[in-house]
């Protein structure tokens, strides 16, 4: 309670009792913070534990729901939008998780009951499914009827407009042909080239697809056709445009479309019939199993859960007064960005990934490159505040500031030794990832130590020793360049020349150069330790590849084989190639990702189907030889050759059909280059080749077969080389890891350090905002700019100097890409020219003719190559693409109007050639 005495007049008293209320209700709002910043971080540890697996998590989600209505009710104040909108999304993340944790559980206590439900919901919801994709093809087809009216140039514009219209996300296409079957116009997305039929309605199943087809009858006895995809098979890369796979997304029920009576008996069999009477397909509703159902739940749950906690979190920062409440808000999305599994489409999960980087040293903490950058920055963001509080320098600060600094570089270079780079390559991203990761661990024990000799005051002068510190850490980095080695990387004694840089940040100075020395020394610590442990795994890999060769057996790949042989058993027999593909892509071998090369053999010694996935050295022959052995007949076999670059293994497998499979098998190298039909199915992005493998001829003199690789650096690249024992003699492998070069690692350098102190300001400022609650103004750097002479003359400096070398760095960067693409199509146009060259004594009236002379000559010109004839795909080198459905049967429209133009107003029945 507060006394008031009046000394003038009685109005005082009341001024100082209002001013007395106006404390207490100031009070009482403190406390209401501080409950919103309990109950938002149980729901967000709520959150991760539960996204993390563990099972108390639903006790968890129901304790924050709970906390968070009670806060609801305490805080509704006008004046506090911003803590209500904070205990609204906490209380929306407790319900979020309760949800979710009921779905879960009732699928493990109840799934015969969910299951049953899910089958009848969705078999209810399928009729209206299958009408409306009719009623899309149906459009399409009279759309196409229309266009058919048209000259054919507008007929194409119309066709692209029919298909932009409708329901987006399943895939769907058009096409008019003419009397005598030829297609005409077209748009859109095709699988294959319709067949002439007089159908109203019908459904094309083949192997892979499951299309259906609405036509229309157009003037001079052609037909417009109108596309829907109903379904793909598992085998086809770009299967989720079809209506099952969106049908399986929102009622979680999948779809197997079955030819007309050859479904099963039963009651999840749905017949589809056409107007008449005759049934079209089957419909074979397929719940998931209980394991999958789980996981699908829970993956839905917690990518709600996910944007919600984001969401939460922030607005609990906001709401929480500055200080210890939000550093304890800080604290938890730390804690739940360590434990919570991020989604595996986003950006941030490869850099939360464990398998480019993890160390365990400190546990989770250091279990992925994001979790120790999340740990040190918040390490960052105390040491930033305990350096603006000041504290007396005393003994036990000196000795705990010396301590960080001996033990800082082993520290980082022990957490750099966690950096795995991947078999594909590195990308920029990737190494950015790890260089901000050890940079952020550097400075924050780097500034941990400043901040306990900096002192009660701030200097206003700059010493000499911070610019010294400087330039002895970019001597000391360059330094580091020549000094490394493949073998021990660097020297013992390397680690000490550190030491005067790290010291020399130490010495009390203005906060603003202090964190531009910081952040120099640790980051061109951190960039040097970074290039130094990516090389390290390059060369791992290298050395990996290496011991693979020779004859070095390799059981694993047998078993992989032997397992495949037993599978061909049971299953359906494959007959084409593109069976061979869907069956490899289901076999163990896909994933572990072994060279492979398939082929199917009849009993009269000719390869029915092949499709090589890689460059392996079994010979037609050999394959022959094997095949027609006597022991095929006793059943599948695993058979080893010794062959080069190393150990192939065979297997033979006899199939129902009489046929007899052949799966090849080699080591794991680089020396096995992919084909190029295995690339394009893979869709492999190009990164920077981690090292370069060669094998040399086998050698005229006796030589001893080494197990080991020998390692010695030749100016900037690292060269390894073994000896191994092969078929014709022993031959030497040789490695070769690429070091870049002094420039540009040094223009890297400069470039990271740069981001360096960026980020370090960065951190700083949200430091400020944690402890503080700073916000800037605007106003006062304006007013400074104005009235600083030193700001002008620098603003003058940048605009003159900085921002013209920015502008010709983005430059040359365009340029590069461009002169990129340039490269790439001047090889695309000079093998086009090569082909046309040669493709036009090809005979075209024989499709059988026309599909091997252009496998040849895709061959011959290193490419794959797709024969278009008046638009329509008449040949491809790799029949499997064409199988597939992945080489469209359509040139495409806007490409065939250049290359042929259309006859004006001919109808459906003019056509071109090209």
Known sequence: MLLARPYGNQQTGVALQREAHLVGNEGLEVQRPA?????????????????????AGWAWAAGAAGLGGTLLEATWRPRRALALCAAAGTLLLGAVLVAGALTVR???????????????????????????????????????ALAALQPREAAFTRLAEATRSGPHGTERGVVTLSGSGEPWSWAGRHRFVPAVDTAELRAVITPFYVSLEARRQTPGGGSAVGTVLLDAAPAVPDRDRALSAAFADARGVGLRFLAPRSAPPGSDVFDYASRGGDTLFSVLTVPPSQDDARLVAFTRTAQVAS???????????????????????????????????????TSLAAFFSPSTFTR??????????????????????????????????RWWSLAAAAVLVVEAPYVVRNLGRGITPPAQGVGVALWLSWEATLAVATMALILLAAALVRGSTEPRRTPWMLPAACVWAGLAGVAGLWLWEPNNAWPEWYTFVWLPAAVGVLVPAPRRWSVVAIATVAGTAAALITWGAAVEGRIALADRDARRLG??????????????????LESSPPRTAGDLYSFWLGSPLAAEDYPTVLSLWTQADEPVAELPLATLDLSPPLLSAL?????????????????????????????????????????????????RVERFLHGDLPVATPYTISLSLPSPTPSVVTDRVVWTRAGWSARGERRVDLP????????????????PLLVRGVLVVTVDVALLAGCWLLGVVLAEGWRPT?????????????????????????????????????????????????????????????????????????????AELGTRLDADLWLYRDGVLAGSSTPVLEELGLATPFLAAPVFQRLAPARRGGGSGSGTAS
């Open 35 to 55: 409950h919103l910043v309990i109950a938002g971080c149980v729901a967000a540890v709520a959150a991760a534990e539960w996204l993390h697996g563990a099972a």
């Open 106 to 144: 009732q699928i493990d206590c109840c799934w015969p009951a969910v299951r049953e439900q899910r089958v009848t919901r969705a078999s209810q919801q399928l009729a209206a499914t299958l009408t409306g994709a009719v009623a899309a093809a149906r459009r399409l087809a009279e759309q196409g």
């Open 307 to 345: 944007a919600t906690l984001a969401a939460a979190l922030l607005l609990l920062l906001a709401a929480a007064p500055p200080g210890a409440w939000r550093w304890v808000v800080a604290l938890t999305g730390a804690w739940c960005l360590v434990r919570a599994p991020l989604n595996p489409e």
């Open 360 to 393: 365990p040293s400190l546990g989770p903490f250091s279990a992925s490159a994001g979790s120790l950058t999340v740990a040190a920055a918040l390490v960052l963001f105390g040491a930033g505040v305990l350096w603006r509080r000041g504290m007396r320098r």
């Open 551 to 568: 004859r070095q057996s390799d059981s694993r790949a047998a078993a992989l084989l032997e397992r495949m042989g037993a599978r061909a």
């Open 627 to 675: 095949v027609h052995s006597p022991e095929t007949r006793r059943g599948p076999r695993v058979e080893r050759v010794d062959a080069v670059p190393g150990v192939h293994y065979v297997l033979i497998a006899p199939l129902r059909g009489g046929e007899v499979l052949a799966v090849g098998v080699g080591p794991r190298s680089r020396l096995v280059p992919s084909s």
């Open 728 to 743: 014709g003699g022993v031959r030497h492998v040789h490695l070769r890891v690429d070091l870049r070069g002094p420039w």
């Open 778 to 854: 605007l106003p006062p750097i304006l007013l400074a700019l104005r009235t600083s002479f030193r700001l002008r003359v620098a603003a003058a400096l940048a605009a003159f100097f900085v921002l013209p070398v920015l502008a010709f760095a983005l430059w040359s960067f365009a340029r590069l890409g461009d002169e990129a693409r340039g490269a790439r199509d001047l090889l695309i146009r000079q093998t086009l020219k090569d082909a046309a060259s040669s493709a036009g004594a090809l005979p075209i009236e024989r499709p059988d003719a026309v599909q091997r002379a252009v």
